[in-house]
């Protein structure tokens, strides 16, 4: 079951069929006990209609309201030897070794919900960077309780040059305006996401292709369950929050993002989530 926040309503759909939630407020929608199943209950009173499909095509927002958006680094094998070789010069390097090991992970705040985008819209690259990528992450909804209600796409956009230069400096490689993308909506299961599901990432310049890679995120090395315990140890999400589980795909060295560029994640079972890059 997939739910999506659109300009005219919330569309649910469940095999094959779209229906128009009654809800009006995002946060009470999303932010419910036992989600899959209340959400089954609720389309059981409405209506199916085939045309609700056009407001996700014409109407879709990004799926957040109030929601901040956290994020793990150095989850993936391939995260933690790119941190360590980008951060090699400013003596970091350790760092990553270390943190991908430890039983603590590394957790960080990505965005407030104003600096998100949907799919559809812009991504934005720092002016004062030379050395930006996507990050293509497999991104969990948890309610206020800590359960893990939903998954959607996630792009951790990350300015590689600005964190290697110093660890310190994460936060302004990671967190500024439109620098995170969720979407297109947010897949909701009876079960735990199946561990073999595909994250691929594909990057393209005038319609060409520049790179393209997927992983699958058993290849992670935390639990989801893992991180959510520690995200909630001292924090409170009274509308939930979302969590970006980290990145195994990372573009090779001497590429970087331009102006323009379209970039396509998709997760199996989820959807795709397009954005155009764009700079201030």
């Keep these: 079951m997939k739910i999506y926040k659109t300009l005219q309503g919330f569309v649910i759909e469940h095999e094959g069929y779209y229906y128009i939630s009654r809800h009006t407020d995002w946060d009470t929608f999303i932010n419910r006990e036992d989600l899959f199943f209340e959400l089954q209950r609720e389309i059981q009173l409405l209506p199916a209609a085939a045309e609700y499909k056009s407001l996700i095509d014409n109407g879709l927002l990004a799926p957040i309201q109030s929601q901040e958006v956290w994020a793990s680094g150095v989850t993936y094998l391939r995260s933690r030897n790119a941190r360590m070789e980008e951060s090699k010069g400013a003596g ?49 909804f948890i309610n206020s309780k800590g359960q893990i209600s939903g998954y959607t796409v996630g792009n951790d956009m990350s300015s590689r040059d600005i964190e290697g230069e110093n660890p310190l400096y994460l936060p302004q490689a990671k967190t500024y305006d439109k620098s995170a993308a969720i979407g297109p909506g947010i897949a909701v299961f009876d079960s735990t996401i199946d561990e073999n599901t595909k ?52 573009p090779h060295d001497d590429f970087t993002l331009e102006v323009g560029d379209v970039v396509k994640i998709t997760i199996d079972g989820i959807g795709t989530l397009v954005n155009t890059v764009e700079m201030k």
């Design 199 to 250: 994250i691929n990432l594909e990057i393209l310049r005038f319609d060409i292709p520049m790179f393209s890679d997927s992983i699958e995120i058993n290849r992670m090395k935390r639990k989801h369950s893992d991180l959510v315990e520690y995200l909630f140890r001292e924090m409170s999400f009274p509308n939930g929050c979302f969590l970006m589980t980290g990145t195994g795909i990372v």
């Design 92 to 140: 970091g390097d350790n760092f990553y070794d270390r943190v991908y090991d430890a039983e603590r992970p590394e957790l960080f705040f990505k965005s407030t919900p104003q600096r998100v985008v949907g799919s559809g819209q812009a991504v934005r690259i720092r002016k004062d960077s030379k050395w930006n990528v996507p990050e293509p992450e497999l991104t969990l």
